[in-house]
């Protein structure tokens, strides 16, 4: 069974940085897409970054220049990398990994962004 641990979740003010990490477990094939998505209070998912498998990328519009998504060197790990953090981007952030046309979830990790 295929599972995906999120960390580097916390509270920052704004300004601050944070990165976070993803991890999928039970499954020796190598993920096509990666990716994250936040949920804020009272909001709809929405996407925040993602990498194909040829390290192509795509971001938010909320977060181009301030975000960063990569893989990792260990198969099937993908960080993202938040710089100059604002209120708004408080949300639960969860990671997203398509394996062999599977979509698969992470729980969720909390950012909090204090003004």
């Known amino acids: 069974q295929v599972q995906l641990v999120e960390s580097g979740g916390g509270l920052v003010q704004a300004g601050g940085s944070l990165r976070l990490s993803c991890a999928a477990s039970?499954?020796?094939?190598?993920?096509?897409?990666m990716g994250w998505y936040r949920r804020a209070p009272g909001k709809q998912r929405e996407l925040v970054a993602r990498i194909g498998s040829g390290g192509s990328t795509n971001y938010a519009d909320s977060v181009k220049g301030r975000f960063t998504i990569s893989r990792g060197n260990v198969k099937n790990t993908v960080f993202l990398q938040m710089n100059d953090l604002k209120p708004e981007d408080t949300a639960v952030y969860y990671c997203?990994?398509?394996?062999?046309?599977?979509?698969?979830w992470g729980q969720g990790t909390q950012v909090t962004v204090s003004s």
């Open positions: 039970g499954t020796i094939l190598s993920a096509n897409g």
């Open positions: 997203w990994m398509t394996i062999r046309w599977n979509d698969y």
